[in-house]
């Protein structure tokens, strides 16, 4: 659907639109009568030549297309994809197009340009003798601050406890030698005597009567 636009006598002497062929610059002023009032269209070549060069057999798809690219190339217009189907936006359309009776457009608006990743230093880490160590930036510097090394002192680990079995002899020693009323039991008299006769040597106090 064709629609009324305004051509203002600055376009003829715009230096950015002088960048243009002239061909191309026809095809731009009547690009804004096939765009809808927020400056988007399809991009498809084929509606754009029945639109706007229904009568020149010489002008053909690939002309339209060629123009097309000139204006992307040159800043006019910005050709984009939504779900696999082709769109244009004319740049800075509201500032020179100011439609009385404004349809909102039931086109996608062009994606929002990505920033760009901020500046990132590419000069050489490296020594200049070539010895291949890093050089890292001087604490401070950089990103956030860098905190100081600290000491800290780490405490030898303990030495462990000797839990060696005492001798045998202190056992048999300590243990009671006398039953109730200070007599001894023949059941403890024959354990001494069997401790003693592995070790080889005879109970204390001699023999057992």
């Not at 510097?141 to 001798?167: F, I, K, L, M």
């Not at 243990?175 to 070790?199: D, F, M, Y």
Request: hydrophobic share 35%; with cysteine.
């Amino acid at each position: 659907m064709a629609r009324m636009r305004t051509l203002k006598p600055d376009f003829c002497q715009s230096e950015a639109i002088a960048d243009l062929t002239i061909p191309c610059r026809l095809h731009f002023a009547m690009l804004w009568t096939y765009a809808d009032d927020d400056g988007r269209g399809l991009d498809n070549p084929r509606l754009i030549k029945a639109a706007l060069w229904p009568l020149d057999d010489e002008v053909g798809r690939q002309q339209i297309d060629e123009w097309q690219d000139e204006l992307e190339a040159n800043g006019r217009i910005v050709r984009y994809e939504v779900e696999g189907r082709a769109y244009f936006s004319v740049v800075n359309f509201h500032e020179h197009q100011r439609p009385q009776k404004r349809v909102a457009s039931k086109y996608p608006a062009p994606p929002e340009p990505v920033p760009e990743p901020p500046d990132t230093p590419t000069g050489d880490l490296r020594e200049p003798d070539g010895s291949g160590d890093v050089a890292l930036p001087p604490v401070g510097e950089g990103r956030g601050e860098v905190e100081e090394d600290v000491a800290v002192d780490v405490a030898e680990p303990p030495t462990p406890q000797s839990y060696s079995r005492p001798p045998l002899q202190a056992v048999v020693t300590d243990a009671p030698t006398e039953g109730v009323g200070g007599a001894v039991s023949a059941a403890t008299r024959e354990k001494s005597e069997q401790v003693w006769a592995q070790l080889g040597r005879p109970p204390p106090g001699g023999a057992a009567s």
